[in-house]
């Protein structure tokens, strides 16, 4: 029966343990320091635990939920870079109340977090009316389609699983491209049908926006010159641009 390296070296902890204070008593041959200084050591065990246990650990977690928040957060950045902007800027077109949005949503570069408190209300309240007819589906198809893979390599990746609202928005995008990818004549579509795209439409939509919206007040926390751009670009304002100086553009 082999022992598990933990049994080993536990039993290796006792012997040298053993062996130190057998040293002692034949150097010293003085029994009572040797107890009395055993049950000094014990008395202090259960503050070492305490200190161990309750204080370092917690540090050590501390430190290790800012390391994996940090990476989540490395891989969020890069879905918002490829595929996250300008796919909301998409559903926003489908959007008949996309001009509340607009109205609600702006000055990104002077919120505070009081501000994104705010806006992350205005989002919950917002109806999400999404109406397939008046965007452009069969593009939607296509630029869903050609982020595919990357959608994908985004769901197979480890830092993820710990984000549920996160990988719950990579499996609503990636659900609706194969739903769109199945349709042969986005043009021709049933009632039924559209109002069923209009439902997965509608839930990607919400999901992207809440987490956008999560994802720039992060930025604004940690890297003041990331949410600089992130807020130019807003895909909420019709005349976003990243040039400082055009109208429109948020410095």
Known sequence: MRLDWRYKLT???????????GVNYLIFRDWG???RLFFGQLGFLP???IVVTLVINQLLATRAQQARLHKMNIVIGAFFSEVGVALLRRCLAFDAHREELQRSIGA???WSPADFQEAHLVLARHPYAVDPEVGDLAELKEFLLSRRDFLLRLLENPTLLEHEAFTNLLW????LGEELGYRRDLGRLSRPDREHLAGDLQRAYRLLAAQ???YLA???RAYPYLFSLAARINPLQPRAAAEI???????
């Open 11 to 21: 039993l290796v902890l006792v012997a040298v343990s053993l062996a130190i204070y």
């Open 33 to 35: 320091y040797m107890m």
């Open 47 to 49: 503050l070492s635990i």
């Open 108 to 110: 990104l570069s002077r």
């Open 172 to 175: 609503a995008v990636c659900h």
């Open 212 to 214: 956008w919206l999560t």
């Open 218 to 220: 992060y930025l604004k």
């Open 245 to 251: 100086d055009l109208p429109g553009s948020e410095a």
